[in-house]
């Protein structure tokens, strides 16, 4: 992208009353950061793949407190860019699908999953969806179905929070390995 055109055409659009506020989709800080150098406007959203089956915006996260660095997670919340996780239900991996033939790492999240929809009485889509609420960064789940039964079932999410440890089993199942 050339940022200086971007905000050109961002300005126009809001002059000519066809926008209001600018979202962006799958950027990484950096490119974020440079967009924002071009803007007069802030960015106020960015939509990224997140769910148990994407977790580099995670992982992101844990590597770059190591080196004292932001990752895209964390330039977000220090910005006031809301996180929006699209592919959020991770295609129903964890929520009936046949994980028989999958890596371990797939068959233990959705054991997991199922656990906790039991012990908190909910769906699973629930679980998944409450996964992603419970990060400190107030992300939005885009659940992208029509499906009326499952829409109800993931509207469940917001009917409980799951703990912290029950938070850190589903990302250590996820990620089939300890945390560092």
């Known amino acids: 992208m050339v940022p200086e ?8 659009l809001q002059q000519s009353g066809k926008i209001r506020q600018l979202g962006v989709s799958n950027m990484n800080l950096h490119q974020m950061a440079l967009l924002q150098s071009a803007l007069s406007t802030p960015i106020v959203c960015n939509q990224l793949e997140m769910s148990l089956t994407k ?38 991996l964890f929520t009936g699908r046949d994980v028989s033939n999958q890596p371990e790492a797939v068959k233990n999240t959705a054991a997991t999953v199922a656990e906790l929809a039991a012990k908190y009485q909910v769906s699973t889509e629930a679980i998944v969806l409450g996964w992603l609420l419970r990060h400190p960064a107030k992300i939005a789940p885009v659940i992208g179905t029509t499906n009326p039964d499952r829409i109800r ?7 409980f929070e799951l703990t912290r440890e029950d938070w850190y089993s589903l990302f250590v199942a996820a990620r089939g390995q300890q945390m560092p």
Do not use: F
Not at 153 to 159: G, I, T, V
């Open 153 to 159: 079932a993931c509207a469940q999410a917001e009917s």
């Open 5 to 12: 055109e971007v905000a050109e055409a961002v300005e126009a």
């Open 55 to 92: 977790l580099d915006w995670l992982e992101e996260g844990v590597t770059s407190h190591a080196s004292s660095t932001l990752g895209t997670v964390e330039y977000c919340r220090s910005n006031n860019i809301e996180l929006q996780a699209w592919g959020s239900l991770s295609q129903g």
